[in-house]
């Protein structure tokens, strides 16, 4: 035993099983763009599908601290240090929120943490991609937590209350974020030929899998449509990614650096970007664990897991001893 906090399995849920009345009470609450609360019943499917979602965003904010963690001590100065600190601390940040958010849903975060390291729970495609240079982590910054942001900004009205909410401050998190990796990639794309070509190279490598980061699209996700009728999800992949080429390509003008697709271009017709291809094959292949850091991304978590056994340990003696006294003391 390692963890202090209540098992959630032992709560009592609201039962899944279908119930006409608590069908209409749910299917009311979504009509009127209310949110679904842990008490309230919910379709099974409902609940897996959030617990299946939260918990693979919590993964990867945990994994995604990865990238940019080996950074830290590397970071070009001690200003740059102590702002790479407090963005990778965020991320930690935000995975606690969100298994503490799917946790309301009856999952216990040994099981989700389980799930992670045995392989069978997935994360975000593009934090099994390296950072090999400083600009790396600009791009990160600016692309990643940027599509990060076109993603979560329509989350924070997701049905679901615990997710909805958590998702508020997550977003301001993700802002700070972006901008700090853009201003790195504007110092480098304004410093000299070598830094400017840097930045290039970065945005070079990480703009497409920054695209995959929406997933497959709309015609090969078949469970979108459901968490859209759920109000889970409230725009297509194809939408979200619309959105973000479309913020994007102003943003890379005023970086002074280029986007490496050449079938962008503006289409007056659609009032939106219009851009190529993505390799979705290579999503695919990453996705079944052959990125090129796939492997070395869960072996460094499993032993960060096995090298803070103890720290879970000292945390339990210690809430246990604080139980026991305040048992005292309540008895006094
Ligand atoms: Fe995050
Ligand atoms: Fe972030």
Request: aromatic content about 8%.
């Amino acid at each position: 035993m390692t963890d202090t906090r209540p098992d959630l399995r032992s709560v009592e849920q609201p039962s899944d099983a279908p119930d006409t009345e608590a069908q209409a009470h749910f299917d009311a609450l979504l009509a009127a763009d209310e949110r679904i609360e842990p008490r309230d019943w919910m379709p099974a499917k409902y609940r897996k599908t959030l617990v299946r979602q939260i918990s693979q965003h919590a993964h990867s904010e945990i994994i995604g601290m990865q990238p940019e963690g080996a950074w830290i001590s590397r970071a070009p100065s001690l200003k740059r240090k102590s702002i790479l600190i407090a963005k990778v601390q965020d991320e930690a940040g935000h995975g606690l929120y969100l298994y503490s958010a799917a946790e309301t849903l009856g999952t216990t975060r040994e099981e989700m943490n389980e799930q992670l390291m045995s392989g069978k729970a997935k994360y975000s495609s593009i934090f099994n991609y390296p950072a090999l240079t400083w600009a790396d982590v600009g791009a990160i910054g600016w692309l990643v937590d940027g599509a990060a942001i076109c993603n979560q900004v329509p989350l924070c009205r997701c049905s679901y209350g615990p997710y909805g909410r958590a998702m508020v401050r997550v977003c301001k998190e993700e802002s700070f974020h972006q901008r700090q990796g853009w201003e790195i990639l504007h110092a480098l794309s304004n410093g000299t030929p070598e830094q400017k070509a840097m930045a290039q190279d970065a945005v070079n490598r990480y703009y497409g899998p920054a695209l995959q980061m929406f997933g497959p699209p709309d015609a090969d996700s078949p469970n979108s449509q459901q968490s859209m009728a759920w109000k889970i999800k409230r725009f297509s992949n194809d939408e979200l990614r619309q959105r973000f080429v479309d913020m994007m390509v102003p943003q890379a003008e005023a970086l002074g650096l280029t986007l490496p697709d050449p079938d962008l271009a503006w289409n007056e017709a659609r009032g939106h970007y219009d851009y190529g291809d993505l390799d979705w094959d290579e999503l695919k292949a990453v996705i079944a664990g052959n990125g090129p850091c796939n492997t070395q991304r869960m072996a460094h978590k499993i032993k960060a897991h096995e090298d803070g056994a103890w720290v879970r340990e000292a945390a339990a003696a210690y809430a246990r001893r604080h139980t026991s006294t305040d048992a005292t003391l309540k008895h006094a």
